[in-house]
């Protein structure tokens, strides 16, 4: 029998910390030692930890009701769903309890809408290189990366994936089977990496011309990260289909796909479900999420830090020959270096800083939106200060 850390498979590269609380921006080890968080649970506690009008939400509805069937209606799925189709492009809601269930939802809705609707049979779906859409086996296919395949054949067909940004690549893969493009307008994992407007401009047009569903990874980028409510916002695009997960409840597990009206009969009844999508207490959770990111204003609040932070990291780290940029779209923050970053993030954290990577070389940062603006200049002195003390060791003299 085993026992402790031996009882878990040991599929996570974990960091030898231990977290057992954790308020707005800070977190605390078991130890009682207190770390600035720039993570936020990689983009999920968008509001912190904790926040104060999510806690009361989810006390009242526990005290309520917990779980119910999808065989009867649920009223804070019709609530939350009448707030996303206010807020995004799209007008209907499926609900699940991750990202990559999202991704599962938004390709079978592409594939059985082409099929069942339109009557054709296209099914292929265009992705890009980098990208991360999670880790079933369909959307691990999807995904853009090798190592999150190894070992897991035979995939499923029906994917495809060309660069990013790289037009002419992307014209020369749609054919008379492709049913869609699916893009993060900023890639997440991947490194941080946007999307340029000509590439934008012939993924619309491509979509436009052939009859293609967009899909919006927006799993990472939406619920006020980048500086609107979704990424596309900035992009000029309005997706057929948006995914959601991370930051949508606020740390309760949720997921949800968004898609236009013109999609409806794509999922006829019976055709999809999952027994614990859209549970009262995750519709509570993220109901009072994104009322009170919609209440306080809060997209646009990340957007003014996150072009602060990006300015003031590149004052910081100007003239450090191991920079090579700092880039970001509102609250996602990249910083790439020539070198590995995980010996930084490793000091970061001794020093009380909670930083991740994307990618080798790369260090993300994903602070809550709601973090202090005193907390967010002090710990982007802190990381900048140790990003440059490689330099004094003498590694790039
Ligand atoms: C995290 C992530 C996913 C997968 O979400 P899970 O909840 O881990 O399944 C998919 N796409 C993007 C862009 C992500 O960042």
Do not use: H, W
């Given at each position: 029998m085993t026992t402790g850390?031996?009882?878990?498979?040991?599929?996570y590269g974990r960091f030898p910390i231990r977290l057992v609380k954790g308020k707005g921006s800070r977190v605390w080890d078991e130890a009682g030692k207190e770390y600035l968080d720039f993570m936020s649970g990689i983009a999920v506690a968008n509001l912190g930890h904790a926040p104060e009008p999510v806690l009361e939400a989810l006390k009242k509805q526990l005290d309520e009701l917990w779980h119910v069937s999808n065989l009867f209606e649920i009223p804070g799925q019709e609530k939350l769903a009448g707030i996303l189709a206010r807020l995004s492009c799209a007008d209907l809601a499926f609900f699940c309890n991750s990202g990559a269930e999202a991704n599962e939802a938004a390709i079978k809705l592409a594939r059985r809408y082409h099929r069942?609707?339109?009557?054709?049979d296209r099914y292929e779906i265009i992705t890009f290189n980098k990208s991360f859409h999670g880790r079933t086996l369909a959307t691990l296919t999807a995904t853009g990366q090798d190592k999150v395949k190894e070992?897991?054949?035979?995939l499923p067909t029906g994917f495809v994936h060309v660069d990013y940004n790289d037009v002419d690549a992307l014209k020369a893969a749609v054919n008379d089977k492709t049913a869609a493009i699916m893009l993060e307008f900023v890639q997440g994992e991947g490194g941080v990496n946007g999307a340029t407007a000509p590439f934008v401009e012939a993924v619309k047009s491509l979509c436009a011309e052939h009859g293609l569903l967009l899909i919006a990874d927006?799993?990472?980028?939406?619920?006020?990260?980048?500086?609107?409510?979704?990424?596309y916002e900035q992009f000029g695009a309005r997706p057929d289909i948006i995914t959601l997960a991370k930051g949508l409840a606020s740390g309760f597990p949720m997921g949800a796909m968004l898609g236009k009206a013109f999609l409806r009969d794509g999922l006829s009844a019976g055709s999809h479900g999952s027994t614990?999508?859209?549970?009262p207490i995750a519709c509570a959770a993220a109901i009072a999420t994104l009322e009170t990111m919609e209440k306080e204003g809060i997209p646009t609040r990340a957007k003014r830090l996150g072009e602060q932070g990006v300015a003031r990291l590149r004052e910081k780290l100007s003239g450090y020959p191991g920079l090579v940029e700092v880039r970001g779209l509102g609250l996602l923050i990249g910083i790439e270096l020539k070198e590995p970053v995980a010996d930084i993030v490793k000091r970061a954290q001794e020093a009380g800083l909670l930083v991740i990577t994307a990618g080798p070389n790369v260090l993300r940062l994903l602070p809550a939106?709601?973090?202090?603006e005193e907390d967010w200049n002090r710990g982007l002195d802190a990381l900048a200060a140790l990003i440059t003390s490689d330099a004094k060791n003498g590694i790039y003299a």
């Open positions: 850390k031996e009882a878990l498979f040991p599929n069942k609707v339109l009557g054709n070992g897991f054949d035979p927006e799993i990472q980028t939406g619920i006020g990260r980048t500086g609107t409510f979704f990424s614990f999508g859209g549970t939106l709601t973090i202090p």
